[in-house]
Every structure is written in C-alpha cells, then in structure tokens.
C-alpha cells in the first residue's frame, strides 16, 4: 500500500470549473512533489516544495496554484483548465533536499479529465 | 541534452526469459544518484531501487540484479526468469545532488510485456 494518498482518484471538470487535488503523506518527509503524466511519457515535474517553501516552478501556466499547508499536505488547485491538461497528476515525497533527497515515493495519482 | 536515456521503446519476451533494460546517464556532478521505478497498468510508480555515485557494487533483490557501471554512465536493470507481472513501463532517473537533489531527471521508458 502506497504511503503517499492522493483524492481524488478521478476527476472530471469543466473548463470553468474549480477544483483542488489532495496530498497526504505521513513519513516526515520534508519534500513534496506535484507530476503531470501523459499517456505513454515520463512524469513531468510541475511543482517541488521543500520545508514547505516552493522551491522549484516549472514554469507552470497560473492555472495550476500549489499550496503546502503543513509539511504532510499538498494541495494543486485548478482552475480554467483546458483540455490538453487531462493527464494523470501523481503526488510524490522525499525526505529532504539535496544529497538527503532520497528516492520519490509516489500516489497512486489523480486522472484528471478536462471537458 | 537528456539527461537520462533508456533506448529500448518497448520489449517482448516469452516468459521465464531473462530480459536487460537498458539505462545510459548524463551528469557532471560527482554526487548524484541513480533509480529505477516501475509503473504498472494501475499507474502507480513504484520504487525499486537507489544507488549513489560512490557505490558501484551490483545489487541482486531476488529476481531482480542492476548493474552500475561508471565508466559507461549506464546502470541497466535485469529481470531474471521474467513473470508475467513483471508487465510495466520501467523509468530510469537521475537526480543531482549539487544542483539540490530535488529536481529528478526521468528517462522516457521502457514498455515491458511478458508473454505467457
């Protein structure tokens, strides 16, 4: 059983639509990861908060707006999405930053459908 | 340049045949660390192992053996006596512990089918 919870496991929305995703993960691991997976191709990173700071943007359009409440919380909401954003969006954590990084442990992903 | 290059698209073996998937790395760093993940039909990755840039040894986890080889920046995975749930897409990563850690490098993939 996966350690890190994502909710929820589907998703459809409209192009108006607000919505969040969910991210849980009781490890104490102090890094937290939002990917983007297409059909058939790696993950994409999106987005990495370490000690609950944003430490890395890939340069994500501002519809996507990550927040980290806590270090075991990690929410993406969304809003005005497109279709070409329907992919599955998996979570993932890490215990630290730099050589404590440590290996990503993964959810199960949210498949998100955009209509 | 990518960074991570795993050349095999997709394999087919009969199973209880050996297959090697193949992972060639590129990095300047002289700290980094070197992972595989397996993501089957569910979409689940799922972790299988990390090996740091000091440690060369080959490992073995039961059917499982990878082989890190610096010289040749290539750290290949190898399924012995392969099942039919070994059926997955297997990521190769890098991650760079000078440029922070955080930022992992994935391959595109390997799409494994086992045959029954």
């Known amino acids: 059983d996966t350690e890190v919870t994502q909710t929820p496991k589907h998703l459809v929305m409209g192009m108006t639509n607000k919505k969040s995703l969910k991210c849980e993960q009781h490890?104490?691991?102090?890094?937290m990861y939002w990917y983007k997976q297409k059909a058939k191709k790696p993950p994409e990173l999106m987005f990495v908060?370490?000690?609950?700071?944003?430490?890395i943007n890939e340069s994500v359009p501002s519809r996507f707006s990550p927040e980290c409440p806590n270090s075991s919380l990690l929410n993406l909401h969304l809003h005005a999405l497109q279709p070409e954003d329907s992919a599955l969006y998996l979570c993932?954590?890490?215990?630290?930053?730099?050589?404590?990084?440590?290996?990503?442990?993964f959810g199960e992903g949210s498949r998100l459908t955009v209509l | 340049a990518q960074k991570v290059t795993q050349a095999q698209t997709e394999i087919s073996v009969v199973e209880k045949e050996d297959v090697t998937l193949d992972c060639v790395y590129e990095?300047?760093?002289?700290?980094?660390?070197l992972f595989w993940y397996k993501q089957p039909p569910s979409g689940e990755l799922v972790f299988l192992i990390r090996?740091?840039?000091?440690?060369?040894q080959n490992e073995i986890s039961g059917r499982y053996s990878w082989n890190f080889q610096k010289s040749t920046s290539s750290f290949n995975f190898t399924i012995t006596a392969s099942q039919v749930v070994d059926s997955a897409v297997y990521f190769c990563?890098?991650?760079?512990?000078?440029?922070?850690?955080?930022?992992?490098?994935f391959g595109t993939g390997t799409s494994l089918t086992v045959i029954p």
């Open positions: 990095t300047r760093d002289t700290t980094y660390y």
């Open positions: 908060y370490s000690y609950e700071k944003l430490s």
């Open positions: 990563a890098l991650s760079e512990a000078g440029r922070g850690g955080n930022q992992f490098y």
């Open positions: 090996r740091n840039s000091f440690d060369e």
């Open positions: 993932a954590s890490s215990l630290g930053q730099g050589a404590n990084t440590g290996e990503l442990f």
């Open positions: 490890m104490g691991h102090r890094a």
